[in-house]
Structure formats: C-alpha cells, structure tokens
C-alpha cells in the first residue's frame, strides 16, 4: 500500500473526520483527499515527475497546509524531503543539495535558502490550485521519503524510506485504529523532525485526531490539555521537565491524560517517575525509535519501580542487543542496540559505505549501548559515540545525567568528555539550575550516587542546553563554555549562552 491510498481510503470511509487541528484551523479527511490530488496535478502539470525529489519547508503555525503538500508530494509519484524553518538555512542549502531537490514547496514564514530548483512554490500558488482527479500514483516500493538525521555529531545523513516502510502495517479499513482511546492527541513537534514525521501519519491513520500548537509553553500546553480533555500527549525530555516544574500540571485537570509519550531522547528517571506521580491515571511511554527505523518504534512501557529502565518493551518494532561480532548478547550484558524496522530495505541516501554500516538484514543499529534483561526490560547505558572513556574506565554520560538530574535545584544536565592531561578524558557537566552551585557541593550530593571517576572535573552553567530541532542535545556546542584550561577548577559562576 501506498501513502495516498491509505489517504484515499480513509477519507473515503470518514470525510468528515477531522485529522489535523491548529488554532482556528482545521483540516477534515475529504479536504485533505482533495487538496492532495490539486496539488499534485499541479506539480505534475508544472514539470515535477515521478522520483523527482521536492523540499517541504513549513513553519510550525503551517500544520494543515504542510499536511496536504506532503501527501501531494507523494500522490505526484515524487519524493518528500520535509524539512525544518528551525534548522540554519546553511543546513537547509546542504540538505536541498544533497537531496537534489527539483523542487520547493513552503509556508509564509520560511526563510528560503540561496539553492537552485526548478520549481518554488508558495502558499499563494498552492491555495489557488483547482481541483483535480485523482492519479494514478506511485508503487508501493516506490521511495516516498528522504527525512534528514537530528546531525548532533556530523553532517545530518539523509535516510531513504519507500511507501511500503512508511504504511507497513496499516489497513484500508482497520477494525481497530491505533490511539482508539482518545479522541484528539496533542503535540508541539516542528515540521521536518522524525518526531513530527511520526505525529503526521498518527494523523493520517489513527482513531484520535491531531491537535498541535506552534509553540510550546508548560501552561499553555497544559490549558489545552483541559480545554480539549486529551487523551494522548506526546513530548520530548525537555517538555516533559518543564511541564514537571513549571507546576503546570497540577493547576489544570488533565485527569483525561491516558497516554502519555516521549521521544527523541531518554527521559531521565527522575522525570519519569515524577511524570507517573503527577498524571497517575496515564501510562507513561518511551517511544524508541530513530530517523533510520522510522516509522517503525519500539513502545517501551516505563515502570516507578524500575526507575533505572527506559522500560519494558511491549509493543512495536522487536530489538535486539549484539556484541561487536553481530552476535545477540545474553540478558544483562551491554552490546549494540538494534531495531527491526519494518517493510523493505533503508539506506542512506548517495551514502553506500554508512548503509553498510547501519542498516543489515532488516535491522537498523540504533546507536545505543544497552542491554534487555531476562523480563524484557530495556536499560540504556549511552549513546555509543558519548561514551567517556577516562584513564582505564569507561563513563555513561547517560547514568551520570540521571544521577545530576535528582538533585532539587538542577533543572537539566548534559554530561561531556573534555581532555584531561592524566586521564586523557574526564566528564564535565553543563548545568541549568535555580542557582549557580559550586562543584564541591555538586560532587558531594554525587557521592552516595556515583563512582569517584563517574563524578564531573568541571562544571559550568547555562541559561538553556543548545538543541537541535528535534530537541537533542547538540553537546559539541558546549565544549567552547569551558576554560582551556585542563584540570578540576570550579564552575564558571556566570550563566552562558550555548
């Protein structure tokens, strides 16, 4: 099955349904059908063919028209490349390039890069578009996609997904859709991110409707989550703190909260357990995926009194934990995250030698070091390429994190290696915090918590941790806020910018 026949057949079976909400905007399924066959008469008409690739470059308040522009993209025989208005137009200008985009398509607040297409589209031009019938469309293992990677540690690589990896799994008309316990979910994930990839085809395909806002406040997301009485919350560790310390949730009835979810990154277990306090009617989910498996994620089920797991895997893609050989590890040993992603072969896109490396037999290395243990419980140790290796230890930045994240005035915490003349690495820690604490007294809380080589040299503090658009971390960003000097030297006590 193709993209714009699961539209087609669900538009089919629910016209009226409303798939997309924003603000004063909103976007029912037969409006979605229609638009999505005009626009791409139109791109066909204008010179786009079947394989060409067309950037999407939308804002964040642009959810309904980027809706209907992505599945027109797909419904021309073309190729998506959705793209973010957060990311810096130089990264825009690459990613435009190594796609060799044909075309560009985009909203009233996009700053368009200085890069040759064929074809640019306003939203002028797609509003006046008239109806059109529908066309015959792409094969199923036609490729539909080239979403970028978050590029927290090169340049983003783009990942090639075809129609059939993108509705594997889905039915015409399924007895049963997914999120069938809520009637909206709500989100505030920017267009172009994997995140928001994943958000659009809940739109497209599940029971509960989309509700978005462009921007993301603790209060205001929780206003809507009373006004709207949601069901489904989706967010990413950054959200999930601020709504956890802002109070937010406690001054709004969000007792019709059932699901809510997590992506991007680990959610520290500090902020999970206080997620499953404050909303103690929900279920609180990591959902473990990346840009190379998506759609395909792993639902792993949080649990307070496994607070050091992400989880336990009930649902999604199967993983699997394997040594350097390929070999699966036992329960309880650290190796190589792996997720099955579903539906044909994924590559990277013009990138032969990283496909190899990624993407094997219908699995996709994930880049984490972790380990399941005999009941099914996923443990993350770190991301394999933040491993600090320190004199003749090896140091998670991930379980140092968590440990700084229980302490009551530190708001969020990025953990990094930076050279240290005897150890050749040692950690440091990027702070936000209700104070500027001294590093004495953050070891010392450290102490009971943490192994001596575990503990940071060096401290400094931040008003905000720099964060791609999909709200990762972009740790190299950090490495100028420290001194150059090497050693154990306390914190910087003024608050920098990242």
Same mark, same amino acid.
């Given at each position: ?15 009226? !349904? ?11 399924? =037969? &409006? ?30 642009? +959810? ?26 130089? %990264? ?11 075309? @560009? ?10 890069? /040759?297409?064929?074809?640019? +589209? ?75 990839? &994943? ?7 599940? !029971? ?36 956890l310390r802002s109070g937010a949730l406690d001054r709004h009835d969000v007792t019709s909260v059932a699901l809510l979810g997590s992506t991007a990154a680990v959610l520290p277990p500090a902020v999970a357990t206080g997620l499953a306090a404050a909303l103690p ?6 959902? *473990?995926?990346?840009? %190379? ?29 394997? $040594? ?5 590890? /036992? ?6 995250? +792996? ?8 590559? *990277?896109? $013009? ?11 219908? +699995? ?8 399941? =243990?005999?009941?099914?419980? @996923?443990?993350?140790? =770190? ?21 700084? !994240?229980?302490? /009551? ?25 209700? #104070? ?7 070891? #010392?809380?450290?102490? &009971? ?33 420290? =001194? ?10 003024? #608050?920098?910018?990242?």
């Amino acid at each position: 099955m193709t993209v714009p026949q699961l539209l087609a057949a669900r538009a089919a079976a629910e016209p009226s !349904h409303v798939a997309v909400s924003q603000g004063a905007g909103a976007l029912d399924l =037969d &409006t979605w059908q229609a638009r999505t066959q005009a626009i791409a008469a139109g791109l066909r008409s204008a010179g786009v063919r079947p394989g060409d690739r067309v950037g999407l470059l939308y804002g964040a308040q642009d +959810w309904v028209a980027y809706a209907c522009s992505y599945t027109a993209v797909l419904a021309a025989g073309a190729v998506a490349v959705p793209l973010s208005t957060r990311s810096a137009t130089a %990264e825009l200008a690459y990613m435009l390039r190594h796609s060799g985009a044909a075309a @560009l398509l985009h909203g009233p607040s996009a700053t368009l890069p200085d890069v /040759p297409v064929r074809l640019r +589209w306003g939203p002028d031009t797609v509003a006046e578009l008239p109806a059109a019938a529908p066309m015959a469309g792409p094969q199923p293992d036609d490729a539909a996609q080239i979403l970028y990677t978050s590029g927290t540690t090169g340049r983003p690589k783009g990942v090639t997904a075809a129609h059939a990896n993108l509705t594997h799994g889905c039915r015409p008309n399924p007895p049963l859709r997914p999120l069938a316990h809520s009637r909206q979910f709500l989100h505030a994930f920017p267009i172009g991110t994997n995140a928001g990839q &994943t958000m659009l085809f809940n739109a497209l395909y599940a !029971h509960a409707g989309m509700l978005v806002t462009a921007r993301f406040g603790p209060e205001h997301f929780a206003r809507l989550i009373e006004r709207h009485a949601v069901g489904s919350v989706f967010v990413v560790p950054a959200m999930a703190i601020e709504l956890l310390r802002s109070g937010a949730l406690d001054r709004h009835d969000v007792t019709s909260v059932a699901l809510l979810g997590s992506t991007a990154a680990v959610l520290p277990p500090a902020v999970a357990t206080g997620l499953a306090a404050a909303l103690p009617g929900a279920t609180i989910v990591n959902y *473990y995926t990346s840009t %190379e498996a998506a759609p395909t994620q792993s639902s792993v089920v949080f649990e307070p009194d496994r607070p050091a797991a992400l989880g336990k895997v009930v649902a999604g893609g199967a993983l699997r934990v394997c $040594d350097d050989a390929g070999r699966p590890c /036992p329960a309880g040993v650290t190796g190589e995250v +792996w997720l099955r992603a579903a539906g044909t072969g994924r590559s *990277y896109h $013009d990138d032969p030698a990283a496909t190899r490396h990624v993407f094997r037999d219908g +699995w996709t290395r994930m880049g984490d070091l972790g380990y399941l =243990d005999a009941e099914g419980y @996923l443990y993350l140790v =770190d991301r394999e390429s933040d491993v600090i290796k320190s004199g003749a230890d090896k140091v998670s930045t991930v379980a140092v994190e968590a440990a700084l !994240h229980e302490h /009551p005035e530190i708001i969020e915490a990025a953990v990094l290696g930076l050279p240290d003349p005897v150890l050749g690495t040692a950690p440091a820690a990027a702070l936000v915090a209700t #104070r500027a604490l001294g590093l004495g007294e953050v070891r #010392r809380f450290l102490a &009971t918590r943490l192994a001596g080589h575990e503990q940071p040299s060096r401290i400094v503090h931040v008003d905000q941790l720099p964060r791609n658009a999909g709200g990762k971390v972009v740790k190299h960003r950090l490495r100028a806020l420290f =001194d150059d000097r090497p050693g154990t030297e306390g914190p910087r006590e003024e #608050r920098r910018e990242p």
